[in-house]
């Protein structure tokens, strides 16, 4: 089966679009459960961050015409946000996927939460049973890719975060920290690295508001800082020097209004502002405010462009890997073509047999156990004869690209697809494999189509 991409990220959407389609929480579910419902689309897997929306399936069809529909109708978009979306397929959609796992699509490059969301966005998609074994097996191999650029790169090394580009922002702004007072909304993993970078520049003062106040507290507590919950925002407000926020609201949790008024009792005093969410936390009007100086999350990338080049010549010796495993993962693709093929080849001669030997049972009616043993192991040799050499033939060349050509010859003459003794032993095959650890088998006609023929995140 195909596997197709279809999704907007950074490079292809701004903020504005991209927080319209955010998923999380139990939208996740409730999105997969609706692509698995889509006609045609057989896998789906859904990856969703402040950077990107993007939709993994496997569709016998081009799926992505109904994902489509689908998204601009669950999100009630217009004709517009096509302009947003990018689509790939074949290996240019494994490569992506490679890519995006080991942060070189990311706008920090690099950076490592990407790999975390998604595993979790795998895990999501297990629970859901949107998975089947094209798209697990291959989201296997890509973790383990990552794994490897990780460890034989440094393509991770001088760190660079969102985070800390939010504070190296903030740093700009102000000749020192030490007379000030952050606000960081949000208690997730990114207000923890802007807590830990602006304590490690000698913050004066640190306020962590948060939906759940125990764990603003754990934060606090751990920075030396005070924690609130969401409802005291608006009165905490006015002694914040620095805003940071970061949470999975829907909607915006600080308003216009509510800068005004803070601003107004800071006597014209600015406050500077920093919105990491997706959707946005922060009103995007108060960027009209006098005195306020918000920035979001795309407004980093300039400073997050400052630390690329430390990072480009790792990031080159990572993109050789992806190339050199999307070139193992094509061998895979292609072994699987011919084991199920030679599973069902076999079937189908070995099914001949037996029917004959029913055939004529009468007929051998006078034969002794014996005999019948050896007549039983006389054919059965016979048809292991004949398709020894089809078979080491085929397995020579699996890892060839002309091994569709094979494939197909052998699938046509014996008019194997037609065949339902060879699909159920292709499917016994890959259980067994499973079973043993090995990759499991699948159809040649839907793994063929799937390798073709021709912060992140915050």
């Given at each position: 089966?195909?596997?197709?991409?279809?999704?907007?990220?950074?490079?292809?959407?701004?903020?504005?679009?991209?927080?319209?389609?955010?998923?999380?929480?139990?939208?996740?579910?409730?999105?997969?459960?609706?692509?698995?419902?889509?006609?045609?689309?057989?896998?789906?897997?859904?990856?969703?961050?402040?950077?990107?929306t993007e939709f993994y399936v496997i569709s016998e069809v081009d799926g992505r015409e109904r994902l489509k529909e689908w998204l601009k109708s669950d999100r009630k978009l217009d004709d517009s946000f096509n302009e947003s979306?990018?689509?790939?397929?074949?290996?240019?959609?494994?490569?992506?996927?490679?890519?995006?796992a080991c942060g070189l699509d990311s706008m920090v490059l690099g950076e490592p939460q990407?790999?975390?969301?998604?595993k979790d966005a795998f895990r999501h998609a297990q629970q859901a049973e949107t998975l089947g074994s094209n798209l697990s097996r291959l989201f296997q191999h890509t973790f383990a890719v990552a794994k490897k650029i990780r460890t034989d790169t440094e393509i991770g090394a001088s760190p660079v975060s969102v985070a800390s580009a939010a504070v190296n922002l903030a740093q700009q702004f102000f000749a020192g920290f030490k007379k000030h007072t952050a606000l960081l909304v949000g208690a997730g993993v990114t207000i923890e690295l802007v807590a830990k970078h602006l304590v490690s520049r000698d913050i004066g003062r640190l306020f962590v508001a948060n939906r759940s106040v125990d764990r603003a507290q754990q934060l606090a507590k751990q920075f030396g800082g005070f924690a609130l919950p969401l409802s005291e925002i608006e009165g905490t407000l006015p002694e914040a020097d620095i805003l940071i926020t970061s949470t999975s609201a829907p909607h915006a949790i600080i308003t216009t209004k509510q800068m005004q008024e803070a601003i107004k009792a800071r006597k014209r005093k600015p406050i500077f502002a920093v919105d990491i969410a997706?959707?946005?936390?922060?009103?995007?009007?108060?960027?009209?405010?006098?005195?306020?100086y918000l920035y979001d999350i795309d407004d980093l990338q300039h400073?997050?462009?400052?630390?690329?080049?430390?990072?480009?010549?790792?990031?080159?010796?990572?993109?050789?890997?992806?190339?050199?495993?999307?070139?193992?993962v094509n061998d895979w693709l292609r072994s699987?073509?011919?084991?199920?093929?030679?599973?069902?080849?076999?079937?189908?001669?070995?099914?001949?047999?037996?029917?004959?030997?029913?055939?004529?049972?009468?007929?051998?009616?006078?034969?002794?156990?014996?005999?019948?043993?050896?007549?039983?192991?006389?054919?059965?040799?016979?048809?292991?004869?004949?398709?020894?050499?089809?078979?080491?033939?085929?397995?020579?060349?699996?890892?060839?690209?002309?091994?569709?050509?094979?494939?197909d010859a052998v699938r046509t003459l014996f008019d194997l697809d037609d065949v339902e003794a060879g699909d159920e032993t292709a499917a016994g095959a890959g259980a067994a494999s499973a079973e043993s650890g090995e990759q499991p088998a699948a159809r040649s006609d839907n793994v063929r189509h799937l390798r073709g023929t021709g912060t992140e995140d915050a």
């Amino acid at each position: 089966m195909p596997l197709q991409i279809l999704g907007l990220n950074h490079n292809t959407a701004p903020v504005e679009i991209r927080e319209q389609v955010v998923f999380a929480g139990d939208e996740i579910p409730r999105a997969l459960a609706n692509l698995a419902t889509l006609d045609g689309v057989d896998e789906a897997l859904l990856l969703s961050t402040c950077n990107r929306t993007e939709f993994y399936v496997i569709s016998e069809v081009d799926g992505r015409e109904r994902l489509k529909e689908w998204l601009k109708s669950d999100r009630k978009l217009d004709d517009s946000f096509n302009e947003s979306l990018f689509t790939l397929d074949d290996d240019a959609a494994i490569r992506h996927i490679f890519r995006v796992a080991c942060g070189l699509d990311s706008m920090v490059l690099g950076e490592p939460q990407i790999l975390g969301q998604l595993k979790d966005a795998f895990r999501h998609a297990q629970q859901a049973e949107t998975l089947g074994s094209n798209l697990s097996r291959l989201f296997q191999h890509t973790f383990a890719v990552a794994k490897k650029i990780r460890t034989d790169t440094e393509i991770g090394a001088s760190p660079v975060s969102v985070a800390s580009a939010a504070v190296n922002l903030a740093q700009q702004f102000f000749a020192g920290f030490k007379k000030h007072t952050a606000l960081l909304v949000g208690a997730g993993v990114t207000i923890e690295l802007v807590a830990k970078h602006l304590v490690s520049r000698d913050i004066g003062r640190l306020f962590v508001a948060n939906r759940s106040v125990d764990r603003a507290q754990q934060l606090a507590k751990q920075f030396g800082g005070f924690a609130l919950p969401l409802s005291e925002i608006e009165g905490t407000l006015p002694e914040a020097d620095i805003l940071i926020t970061s949470t999975s609201a829907p909607h915006a949790i600080i308003t216009t209004k509510q800068m005004q008024e803070a601003i107004k009792a800071r006597k014209r005093k600015p406050i500077f502002a920093v919105d990491i969410a997706v959707p946005r936390d922060l009103d995007p009007d108060i960027n009209r405010v006098r005195d306020a100086y918000l920035y979001d999350i795309d407004d980093l990338q300039h400073v997050v462009e400052e630390n690329r080049s430390e990072r480009e010549k790792e990031a080159q010796h990572a993109e050789r890997i992806v190339e050199q495993e999307l070139a193992s993962v094509n061998d895979w693709l292609r072994s699987l073509e011919v084991v199920p093929t030679i599973a069902s080849l076999r079937e189908t001669v070995e099914d001949i047999r037996r029917s004959e030997l029913q055939r004529l049972g009468n007929k051998m009616s006078d034969l002794t156990d014996e005999q019948r043993a050896r007549v039983e192991m006389l054919t059965a040799s016979i048809v292991n004869k004949i398709l020894h050499v089809p078979t080491v033939k085929m397995k020579e060349v699996a890892g060839r690209d002309q091994c569709y050509l094979y494939v197909d010859a052998v699938r046509t003459l014996f008019d194997l697809d037609d065949v339902e003794a060879g699909d159920e032993t292709a499917a016994g095959a890959g259980a067994a494999s499973a079973e043993s650890g090995e990759q499991p088998a699948a159809r040649s006609d839907n793994v063929r189509h799937l390798r073709g023929t021709g912060t992140e995140d915050a």
